[in-house]
Protein backbone atom coordinates (compact mmCIF):
# COMPACT_ATOMS: atom_id res chain seq x y z
CA UNK A 1 0.00 0.00 0.00
CA UNK A 2 3.01 2.47 0.79
CA UNK A 3 6.50 2.32 -1.19
CA UNK A 4 7.97 3.79 1.36
CA UNK A 5 7.98 0.96 4.00
CA UNK A 6 5.65 -2.33 5.43
CA UNK A 7 4.20 -1.49 8.44
CA UNK A 8 2.47 1.09 10.01
CA UNK A 9 1.89 0.74 13.64
CA UNK A 10 -0.73 3.03 14.81
CA UNK A 11 -1.69 3.49 18.77
CA UNK A 12 -2.69 6.00 21.09
CA UNK A 13 -2.17 6.95 24.86
CA UNK A 14 -4.54 8.89 27.16
CA UNK A 15 -2.10 12.13 27.47
CA UNK A 16 1.48 13.02 26.43
CA UNK A 17 3.11 11.59 29.26
CA UNK A 18 1.66 7.93 28.05
CA UNK A 19 2.48 8.68 25.01
CA UNK A 20 6.35 9.70 25.31
CA UNK A 21 5.76 6.87 27.80
CA UNK A 22 4.60 4.23 24.85
CA UNK A 23 7.44 5.69 23.02
CA UNK A 24 10.39 5.58 25.02
CA UNK A 25 9.55 1.66 25.77
CA UNK A 26 9.10 1.33 21.94
CA UNK A 27 12.53 2.32 21.37
CA UNK A 28 14.20 0.39 24.48
CA UNK A 29 12.89 -2.86 23.34
CA UNK A 30 14.09 -2.11 20.00
CA UNK A 31 17.23 -1.44 21.20
CA UNK A 32 17.27 -4.79 22.61
CA UNK A 33 17.27 -6.13 19.09
CA UNK A 34 19.72 -3.98 17.65
CA UNK A 35 17.10 -2.31 16.11
CA UNK A 36 17.58 2.21 15.82
CA UNK A 37 15.27 4.12 14.56
CA UNK A 38 15.77 6.36 11.31
CA UNK A 39 14.27 9.02 13.07
CA UNK A 40 11.78 10.04 16.24
CA UNK A 41 9.78 12.89 15.36
CA UNK A 42 7.55 14.84 17.93
CA UNK A 43 8.87 13.24 21.28
CA UNK A 44 9.07 17.22 22.62
CA UNK A 45 5.64 17.55 22.39
CA UNK A 46 3.89 14.27 22.54
CA UNK A 47 0.78 15.03 21.14
CA UNK A 48 2.16 12.61 17.76
CA UNK A 49 5.22 10.63 17.30
CA UNK A 50 6.52 8.62 14.63
CA UNK A 51 9.26 6.56 14.90
CA UNK A 52 11.12 5.75 11.37
CA UNK A 53 12.60 2.13 11.51
CA UNK A 54 12.76 2.03 7.74
CA UNK A 55 10.39 -1.26 6.97
CA UNK A 56 8.06 0.17 10.24
CA UNK A 57 6.83 2.90 10.79
CA UNK A 58 5.28 3.93 14.10
CA UNK A 59 2.57 6.57 15.20
CA UNK A 60 1.72 7.09 18.81
CA UNK A 61 -1.29 10.16 19.09
CA UNK A 62 -2.69 11.20 21.78
CA UNK A 63 -6.18 10.46 21.96
CA UNK A 64 -7.55 13.71 20.76
CA UNK A 65 -4.58 14.09 18.04
CA UNK A 66 -5.65 10.82 16.55
CA UNK A 67 -9.39 11.31 16.27
CA UNK A 68 -8.53 14.72 14.46
CA UNK A 69 -6.32 13.22 12.18
CA UNK A 70 -8.11 9.87 11.48
CA UNK A 71 -4.78 8.60 9.94
CA UNK A 72 -6.12 5.32 9.26
CA UNK A 73 -8.56 6.08 6.75
CA UNK A 74 -5.48 7.20 4.43
CA UNK A 75 -5.21 3.17 3.96
CA UNK A 76 -8.69 1.76 4.58
CA UNK A 77 -8.01 -1.23 1.93
CA UNK A 78 -4.59 -2.13 3.73
CA UNK A 79 -4.84 -5.27 5.53
CA UNK A 80 -4.79 -4.56 9.39
CA UNK A 81 -2.72 -7.21 11.95
CA UNK A 82 -4.45 -6.52 15.27
CA UNK A 83 -1.93 -7.39 18.37
CA UNK A 84 -3.20 -8.44 21.23
CA UNK A 85 -2.17 -8.10 24.82
CA UNK A 86 1.19 -10.56 24.86
CA UNK A 87 2.21 -9.53 21.59
CA UNK A 88 -0.13 -12.21 19.77
CA UNK A 89 -0.90 -11.31 16.17
CA UNK A 90 -4.21 -12.23 13.80
CA UNK A 91 -4.50 -10.64 10.48
CA UNK A 92 -8.25 -9.47 10.56
CA UNK A 93 -10.44 -10.58 7.63
CA UNK A 94 -12.48 -7.10 6.55
CA UNK A 95 -13.25 -7.67 3.24
CA UNK A 96 -16.71 -7.73 3.86
CA UNK A 97 -16.89 -5.37 6.91
CA UNK A 98 -17.67 -1.95 6.32
CA UNK A 99 -15.58 1.16 6.56
CA UNK A 100 -17.26 1.94 9.97
CA UNK A 101 -17.24 -1.22 11.50
CA UNK A 102 -13.31 -1.31 10.83
CA UNK A 103 -12.19 2.09 12.73
CA UNK A 104 -14.80 2.94 15.12
CA UNK A 105 -12.38 0.58 17.56
Not at 2 to 12: E, G, K, L, R
Not at 50 to 75: N, P, S
Amino acid sequence: MAVFTDYFVICSGESTTQVKAIAEHIESEFVKHALKPLSIEGLRYAHWVLMDYGDVIVHIFEDQTRAYYELEKLWLDAPRIDVEEGGQMSRQKEAHASKDERYSR
